[in-house]
């Protein structure tokens, strides 16, 4: 995914109320952003950090700039969780993810039930492939890992994913990790004890585990390769 106008420069003075953030420019002007990112974003929030901006054109929006990248170390970090689905959808129809090669058509936000809506229907033939599409932001020591908050909705989704390959479909949960510092994935226990133990029960049900790196740049984010899963330990 290219990002079609160039992102501006800023410095993050602190993010707050989940969805705002204040930043500083390069000539001094301070003023409050939109923060598209409903977790903590634990390890990448930290004030003084280097920070990328759009602009959106529509001129009734309260904060016409969004936050969407952080810079840790050398790294930079996807934190605008809308555009997550987007980048998976892309690297797919462009045949870059292994286990999803000739897909013939991908549908966005299906409801699955009268309650739950998944994020892609992949069909292949007379294949359907339901998809749940996870942002994963949070590294500590090249360990990925998934949630950086609580997340009971999260929760539910993997146990719908688990009743949709009960009924003969494939059922797959995915993990963006939108950053390049990542050396392997694992549900994040102690942050979330019941997501982990729920991840790990649907797995020998059947649901598939998929987990990809997007190289992260202010001109482009792109899914590039795979990275390996390690189950958490309690």
């Given at each position: 995914?290219?990002?079609?106008?160039?992102?501006?420069?800023?410095?993050?003075?602190?993010?707050?109320?989940?969805?705002?953030?204040?930043?500083?420019?390069?000539?001094?002007?301070?003023?409050?952003?939109?923060?598209?990112?409903?977790?903590?974003?634990?390890?990448?929030?930290?004030?003084?950090?280097?920070?990328?901006?759009?602009?959106?054109?529509?001129?009734?929006?309260k904060y016409p700039q969004t936050l969407e990248?952080?810079?840790?170390?050398?790294?930079?970090?996807?934190?605008?969780?809308?555009?997550?689905?987007?980048?998976?959808?892309?690297?797919?129809?462009?045949?870059?993810?292994?286990?999803?090669?000739?897909?013939?058509?991908?549908?966005?936000?299906?409801?699955?039930?009268?309650?739950?809506?998944?994020?892609?229907?992949?069909?292949?033939?007379?294949?359907?492939?339901?998809?749940?599409?996870?942002?994963?932001?949070?590294?500590?020591?090249?360990?990925?890992?998934?949630?950086?908050?609580?997340?009971?909705?999260?929760?539910?989704?993997?146990?719908?994913?688990?009743?949709?390959?009960?009924?003969?479909?494939?059922?797959?949960?995915?993990?963006?990790?939108?950053?390049?510092?990542?050396?392997?994935?694992?549900?994040?226990?102690?942050?979330?004890?019941?997501?982990?133990?729920?991840?790990?029960?649907?797995?020998?049900?059947?649901?598939?585990?998929?987990?990809?790196?997007?190289?992260?740049?202010?001109?482009?984010?792109?899914?590039?390769?795979?990275?390996?899963?390690?189950?958490?330990?309690?």
């Open positions: 995914m290219d990002f079609q106008t160039p992102l501006q420069t800023a410095t993050l003075i602190k993010r707050y109320k989940r969805f705002l953030a204040d930043v500083r420019t390069e000539d001094g002007r301070e003023f409050t952003v939109h923060c598209p990112n409903s977790g903590s974003m634990r390890g990448c929030s930290d004030p003084g950090s280097q920070v990328m901006l759009s602009t959106s054109p529509n001129l009734k929006r990248m952080i810079q840790k170390g050398d790294t930079w970090i996807g934190i605008n969780t809308m555009l997550t689905n987007h980048i998976v959808a892309e690297a797919i129809a462009g045949n870059r993810i292994h286990e999803l090669q000739d897909i013939e058509s991908i549908k966005k936000e299906i409801k699955t039930s009268q309650s739950s809506r998944l994020d892609l229907l992949l069909k292949r033939g007379d294949e359907n492939i339901y998809v749940e599409i996870k942002n994963c932001s949070l590294v500590e020591d090249g360990l990925a890992m998934f949630p950086d908050a609580v997340t009971s909705r999260g929760t539910k989704h993997l146990n719908e994913l688990a009743r949709l390959v009960q009924e003969g479909n494939r059922g797959i949960i995915f993990f963006c990790v939108q950053r390049s510092d990542a050396k392997h994935f694992s549900p994040a226990h102690h942050i979330d004890p019941v997501y982990a133990e729920t991840l790990a029960k649907v797995i020998k049900q059947g649901v598939e585990i998929v987990i990809y790196q997007a190289a992260v740049t202010p001109k482009q984010i792109r899914i590039t390769t795979p990275i390996p899963y390690t189950p958490s330990q309690p």
